[in-house]
């Protein structure tokens, strides 16, 4: 069994800075990539942005320039550094993961997190 706990959501002020943590735990043997998506009210999830093991990174286009995705592999956890938030932020945010589980070698699984609300309003 593996798990991925997120904290860090919150309310921000637009402009504003928040930095998501997400914890992977549980029957770990390897980790491959890890990402954030979210999704707004009304709107289908997105991705948001991704990490491999060996740190290789995607954003979305609406999001270049303003987050940053990092992640400590000794620690299982992956982060996302928001800056300059806007309103159009506003969304549950889900960590996910490729995880090779001890309990099972053969294949990865995809995990996801259970969601932190990230809210941007003046």
């Known amino acids: 069994q593996v798990q991925l706990v997120e904290s860090g959501g919150g309310l921000v002020q637009p402009g504003g800075s928040l930095r998501l943590s997400c914890a992977a735990s549980?029957?770990?043997?390897?980790?491959?990539?890890m990402g954030w998506y979210r999704q707004a009210p009304g709107k289908q999830r997105e991705q948001v942005a991704t990490?491999?093991?060996?740190?290789?990174?995607n954003y979305a286009d609406s999001v270049k320039g303003r987050f940053t995705i990092s992640r400590d592999n000794a620690k299982n956890t992956v982060y996302l550094q928001m800056n300059s938030l806007k309103p159009e932020d506003t969304a549950v945010y889900y960590c996910?993961?490729?995880?090779?589980?001890?309990?099972?070698?053969?294949?990865?699984?995809?995990?996801w997190g259970q969601g932190t609300l990230v809210t941007v309003s003046s």
């Open positions: 996910n993961a490729d995880v090779l589980s001890t309990t099972n070698l053969y294949r990865y699984l995809e995990v």
């Open positions: 549980g029957s770990i043997f390897s980790i491959n990539t």
């Open positions: 990490i491999t093991s060996g740190g290789s990174t």
